[in-house]
């Protein structure tokens, strides 16, 4: 017997709703287990001195396999410190090439048709600005004349370049999305963008520790992370403000003690090739000399 017209209509309805709730479960993805596996990881310290401590993790969480390193520092003792040549250089050539720097990791989104470094978004340097517009992101960090770290967050309908082109700091950076900004985090669970790639974050505690952290990704072993799962995970890590900057195969953290540390993506047969980046994070001793 065929289904009358009302019946199949009423399938399809029940079709929709068994869709869209399986939706809902993927972007719900995030679980106590996921909660009490991250807050209780057993992270592997990779360095510690003076303040600065680099520490790692392989675990399962949102049902991937994720590897995640943490750059943890005291700004009473340690700084950031911005940094672009003239030309694309790999984050270790770019942490090398400062002699005080003791870790780097890539910086923002940067102009890949072209072998010359230029930032995607706003960025100044040392009082001088490198790029003007606005770019992909919507958020930036600052550098104070002290060194001291801030988070802007656009204005809503504002454009990116005219919100931070009249900022006072003479460091800034721009990138994005923004996951955390005063506590709040700014990704939701049905945020558009669900693939998940390496990921570079900045973030602040409410103490005032500075978190780096990179998530790697693409490869076995390692899932990488949805912005969504990101903003949680930094929210778990109880990051107060952080920002998403360049990931995919620009994502790398370098130690001078360690060379780089984490397993970039970017490969040529199978041999992992670090790639050439616009620009990068450095820390740097508090008392070292200014750029």
Not at 179 to 198: A, E, S, W
Request: proline residues 5%.
């Amino acid at each position: 017997m065929k289904p009358t017209h009302a019946c199949a209509s009423r399938f399809r309805h029940i079709g929709l709703l068994l869709c869209s709730l399986t939706v809902i479960e993927t972007l719900q993805a995030q679980t106590p287990e996921d909660s009490i596996a991250l807050t209780g990881a057993a992270w592997k310290t990779v360095e510690t001195d003076n303040g600065l401590t680099i520490k790692s993790v392989d675990l399962r969480l949102f049902d991937s396999d994720q590897q995640i390193y943490c750059v943890e520092f005291n700004p009473q003792l340690h700084r950031l410190q911005l940094k672009q040549g003239e030309k694309r250089e790999t984050v270790k050539r770019l942490g090398k090439k400062e002699a005080n720097a003791e870790v780097a990791v890539n910086g923002g989104y940067f102009i890949t048709k072209t072998k010359q470094a230029i930032a995607n978004d706003f960025t100044k340097i040392d009082g001088v600005i490198l790029t003007a517009g606005g770019g992909w992101g919507n958020g930036a960090i600052a550098l104070d004349s002290a060194g001291r770290l801030h988070f802007i967050k656009n204005l809503p309908g504002v454009a990116a370049a005219d919100s931070l082109w009249h900022t006072p700091y003479p460091n800034v950076m721009g990138a994005g999305p923004m996951l955390m900004y005063d506590n709040v985090q700014l990704i939701p669970l049905n945020y558009g963008d669900t693939k998940r790639h390496p990921r570079t974050v900045i973030g602040i505690r409410p103490d005032g520790t500075i978190i780096l952290m990179v998530v790697d990704g693409r490869q076995e072993g390692a899932d990488g992370m949805s912005p969504a799962e990101l903003a949680w995970s930094c929210r778990m890590l109880d990051m107060s403000s952080a920002l998403n900057l360049d990931g995919g195969g620009s994502s790398a953290l370098w130690s001078r003690k360690h060379r780089v540390i984490n397993r970039p993506s970017d490969k040529v047969a199978f041999i992992r090739i670090p790639r050439k980046v616009g620009n990068a994070v450095l820390v740097v001793p508090a008392n070292s000399a200014t750029n």
